[in-house]
C-alpha cells in the first residue's frame, strides 16, 4: 500500500503563490498517474489536476487552468503543484491521489477513480 504525505500548505494573500509537495513511498510511483483534488467546506471533493504515468500530460480543472501547474519527478517519487495568482476561492485542503490502476487519463478523473490518497494539506487565501 503507498502511503502518500502532503506538505506545503498555509495561508496566502490573494494573489500569492504556494508549492504543494507530496511524496510517496514504494517503487512503483512512475507506474501511476498522479492527481490533486481539492475540497472546500461544504464542497465536494474534485480534481483541479492530473499527470498521468511516464510521459506526464496533463490536465486541469478550468477554474486553475494557466494558474496552477501539476509536475512530477519520479527519481524522488513525489508530485508538486505550483499554484501560483492565488483566488479565495483557492482555499480549502488539498490532497494528492494515486490512480486505483496503471493506466491513462484524457480528461479529469473523479475521486472515486484514485484509491490512494494522502492525509491532506490546508490552503487559506486571504482576500
Known amino acids: 500500500q503507498v502511503q502518500l504525505v502532503e506538505s506545503g500548505g498555509g495561508l496566502v494573500q490573494a494573489g500569492g503563490s504556494l508549492r504543494l509537495s507530496c511524496a510517496a513511498s514504494g517503487r512503483t510511483f512512475s507506474s501511476y498517474a498522479m492527481g490533486w483534488f481539492r475540497q472546500a467546506p461544504g464542497k465536494e471533493r474534485e480534481c483541479v489536476a492530473v499527470i498521468s504515468r511516464y510521459v506526464a500530460t496533463t490536465y486541469y480543472s478550468e477554474s486553475v487552468k494557466g494558474r496552477f501547474t501539476i509536475s512530477r519527478d519520479n527519481a524522488k517519487n513525489t508530485l508538486y503543484l505550483q499554484m501560483n495568482s492565488l483566488k479565495p476561492e483557492d482555499t480549502g485542503v488539498y490532497y494528492c491521489?494515486?490512480?486505483?490502476?496503471?493506466?491513462?487519463?484524457?480528461?479529469?478523473?473523479?475521486?472515486?477513480?484514485?484509491?490512494?490518497w494522502g492525509q491532506g494539506t490546508q490552503v487559506t487565501v486571504s482576500s
Open positions: 491521489a494515486r490512480d486505483r490502476y496503471s493506466r491513462d487519463w484524457y480528461s479529469l478523473p473523479d475521486a472515486a477513480d484514485f484509491g490512494s
